[in-house]
């Protein structure tokens, strides 16, 4: 899937979402499937909803029926990126398989610590879309960076990430401090600049700041500022849009005309798994056409599977036009293992200060 810089290539980012019509991968022969024997499977996630949502659509009516045990340790990705480096010298991990994003797989991939992932053990992988198939990690689902906004607060709709910062919207943009790569990225985009460099955004951000741009901790406090009024703009993944809008939250979703970063979240195995056959199964049963379409349903993200089902009006809530995903664009995950510590320092000191 990636290059050697680890990213896509404009024409293999859109092949990556062309979920229409997507051909199916060659069937994988049966002989060298997934164990099937149960055991225990050790599962790294986040907690909240996406937690709940393992244990409700894989875990429970995929995997215990099978003879597997499943225990989820819950944590920030970062602790567990933090955990998996210090035990990578370690016979024996902690965790058979870890939820991860795209960037986060390639930094830990990077750091040597993720097992190369045999596809031919995922018989499910027949389905999956070419561009979610990374050497180290398997997409789950994905999603895309849209400008949120109220429409009885923002009069005039926005159509792009500048004028999502745009500081005539003053103290009614809001930004989420634990996104700030994707903050940072839509910024350069704003700018003219592009994924692989964030520096022409920081004068962007400044601006927005300076006109009263208010930041918050989390993506649930910046709903609930939404859901107050208290902000009337901002970026977010357009899966979180449909699960607001489902909760009551007047919110409209746009594709920048810039562009629409991507962000996929998957799964990947430590090196030192314990239980590698229970984390292969693991992985079989995410990639279940039941089990995508639920996400879908239950969490308004996109299936990573080509067989997936997502009734119409759903798709077009979750999904993007076909001129919309010619502006669907990835991460330069190289770029961002490569200056995460400076651009955090410039987030903490310089923008946040």
């Known amino acids: 899937m990636t290059t050697t810089k680890g990213t896509l290539s404009r024409r293999d980012a859109l092949k990556a979402i062309g979920l229409t019509g997507a051909a199916a991968l060659p069937v994988l022969g049966s002989g060298r499937a997934f164990a099937q024997g149960g055991g225990r499977i050790v599962v790294g996630t986040w907690g909240g909803d996406y937690a709940r949502l393992l244990t409700k659509n894989i875990e429970d009516p995929l995997l215990k029926p099978k003879g597997y045990e499943v225990a989820q340790d819950q944590a920030g990705d970062a602790p567990r990126r933090a955990k998996m480096v210090a035990e990578r010298r370690l016979p024996r991990g902690t965790s058979d398989i870890q939820g991860l994003s795209a960037a986060n797989m390639y930094e830990m991939n990077e750091a040597g610590v993720l097992e190369p992932i045999d596809y031919a053990k995922i018989p499910n992988a027949q389905y999956l879309i070419p561009q979610m198939k990374y050497p180290y990690g398997v997409g789950h689902i994905y999603s895309g960076k849209v400008v949120l906004y109220n429409p009885k607060l923002i009069a005039d709709a926005p159509k792009s990430f500048k004028d999502a910062f745009d500081p005539k919207h003053g103290n009614k943009i809001g930004i ?115 089990a995508q379409e639920n996400f879908a349903v239950d969490m308004g993200y996109n299936p990573t599977v080509t067989n997936a089902v997502v009734p119409p009006d759903l798709q077009k809530r979750i999904g993007f036009t076909p001129e919309e995903q010619k502006r669907l664009l990835d991460l330069d995950y190289g770029y961002i293992a490569r200056t995460d510590q400076a651009l955090k320092e410039w987030w903490d000191k310089v923008f946040k200060a």
């Open 176 to 290: 989420i401090d634990i996104q700030y790569q994707y903050v940072m990225a839509a910024a350069s985009l704003a700018a003219g600049g592009k994924v692989s460099d964030f520096e022409p955004g920081k004068e962007i951000l400044l601006a927005a700041k300076k006109a009263g741009a208010r930041v918050y901790p989390t993506n649930e406090a910046f709903a609930q500022a939404l859901k107050n009024e208290e902000i009337g703009l901002g970026i977010m993944w357009k899966a979180r849009a449909v699960q607001w809008q489902n909760a009551g939250i007047p919110v409209e979703a746009v594709a920048p005309a810039e562009g629409v970063p991507l962000y996929i979240s998957g799964f990947a195995i430590p090196k030192n798994a314990p239980n590698k056959d229970g984390a292969y199964a693991y992985m079989n049963a995410m990639l279940d056409k039941t």
